[in-house]
């Protein structure tokens, strides 16, 4: 076996004996690699001489009651996987922590490109507006299943999303609160009074956004959507306008584009992405709200990050770097609450 990670936290012996156990016909040593960029599940490139893996993991130490949800990454998974939504085909799931001190799930390694920055650098401009579009048809595609049929009935409550969604988050602000953040506070004010009226229910991921989608090497077509930690039952206005947030945010914020000549670099406007989707899966209109709810949602995940870097248990080594984003992503909810009154 090759040299364990500088960043390893647990014994990756232990990890390949019980692989060497679980999946006959493993051959060769196997190596480990630390997969850079994600700030809540450690992740790791798992290899041997005939198969190639992804290994997912909670991180080591104390995390908040509702986070770090890898066994409901995996039960999505797999049944997403014969639906026609690209999913990374699972292996196992182990609920244990006897192993590498964790529980922990495997996926099949699907070759791709994945980009952090949503210009998508490198790429041909006719390639990014295919490539945006496949990210509208993609978030479509998932909303058109059947979570019925998908077994998924018990995945989330059908009703009521919006309501239980700005509950969850308040009480997750008030666990991982290290500063006060007045912006944040109004935005638990504001949102209960000004939910919209209607009801619709889907598979909701809850973090689609470019950085979770796996490109085709050289095509412009997604292999596989990504990171399912935060998918739940829900309104899929919550995933489209969450996914909007590149628009309207800063390349320095995190997900953004704001600012960008995106006619030069041949990415579509926001308002031709959500036609896109809207042409494939029909749930309504976006409004403020929508938007505002996205980012106080946003501002409190990475509340949380700069929580766990204060304590020492962030799964990225620039947590408490990004972590900083939190007050501006309240403050840009606020701003666009007070633009559209």
């Keep these: 076996m090759e040299k364990t990670p500088a960043d390893c936290d647990f014994n990756p012996g232990c990890l390949d004996?019980?692989?060497?156990?679980?999946?006959?016909?493993?051959?060769?040593?196997?190596?480990?690699?630390?997969?850079?960029?994600?700030?809540?599940?450690?992740?790791?490139?798992?290899?041997?001489g005939n198969r190639r893996l992804v290994l997912r993991k909670r991180p080591a130490g104390p995390v908040l009651p509702s986070a770090h949800a890898i066994d409901r990454e995996y039960r999505i998974m797999g049944a997403l996987a014969d639906t026609g939504v690209p999913v990374p085909p699972v292996v196992l799931y182990h609920e244990d922590t006897d192993v590498i001190g964790t529980a922990f799930y495997l996926m099949e390694r699907v070759e791709g490109?994945?980009?952090?920055?949503?210009?998508?650098?490198?790429?041909?401009?006719?390639?990014?507006?295919?490539?945006?579009?496949?990210?509208?048809?993609?978030?479509?595609?998932?909303?058109?299943?059947?979570?019925?049929?998908?077994?998924?009935?018990?995945?989330?409550?059908?009703?009521?999303?919006?309501?239980?969604?700005?509950?969850?988050?308040?009480?997750?602000?008030?666990?991982?609160?290290?500063?006060?953040?007045?912006?944040?506070?109004?935005?638990?004010?504001?949102?209960?009074?000004?939910?919209?009226?209607?009801?619709?229910?889907?598979?909701a991921h809850g973090d689609f956004r470019i950085g979770n989608l796996m490109f085709h090497p050289t095509q412009p077509r997604i292999v596989a959507v990504l990171d399912w930690e935060l998918?739940?039952?829900?309104?899929?206005?919550?995933?489209?306008?969450?996914?909007?947030?590149?628009?309207?945010?800063?390349?320095?914020?995190?997900?953004?584009?704001?600012?960008?000549?995106?006619?030069?670099?041949?990415?579509?406007?926001?308002?031709?992405?959500?036609?896109?989707?809207c042409s494939k899966a029909h749930f309504g209109d976006l409004e403020p709200f929508h938007f505002a709810f996205a980012l106080f949602r946003l501002a409190v995940i990475f509340e949380g990050i700069a929580a766990r870097a204060k304590a020492g248990t962030a799964a990225s080594s620039n947590a408490g770097t990004v972590g900083q984003l939190s007050p501006v992503f309240a403050r840009r909810a606020i701003e666009l609450i007070h633009e559209n009154r």
């Design 17 to 48: 004996a019980f692989l060497r156990q679980a999946l006959p016909n493993l051959s060769g040593p196997m190596t480990l690699q630390r997969i850079s960029g994600g700030q809540s599940n450690p992740s790791y490139f798992v290899s041997y």
């Design 113 to 203: 490109r994945v980009f952090q920055d949503c210009t998508l650098p490198g790429v041909a401009p006719d390639d990014r507006r295919s490539m945006y579009m496949a990210m509208a048809d993609a978030l479509a595609a998932l909303h058109r299943v059947d979570w019925q049929a998908a077994g998924l009935a018990d995945f989330g409550r059908p009703h009521d999303y919006f309501e239980r969604q700005i509950a969850r988050w308040t009480r997750q602000w008030h666990s991982s609160k290290t500063r006060e953040l007045p912006d944040l506070e109004r935005l638990v004010e504001w949102l209960p009074r000004h939910i919209p009226g209607g009801c619709a229910t889907a598979i």
């Design 231 to 277: 998918s739940t039952l829900g309104h899929p206005l919550a995933d489209l306008a969450y996914s909007a947030l590149a628009w309207r945010l800063r390349p320095d914020e995190y997900m953004g584009m704001r600012g960008q000549d995106l006619l030069s670099l041949g990415i579509p406007s926001e308002q031709e992405y959500v036609q896109r989707y």
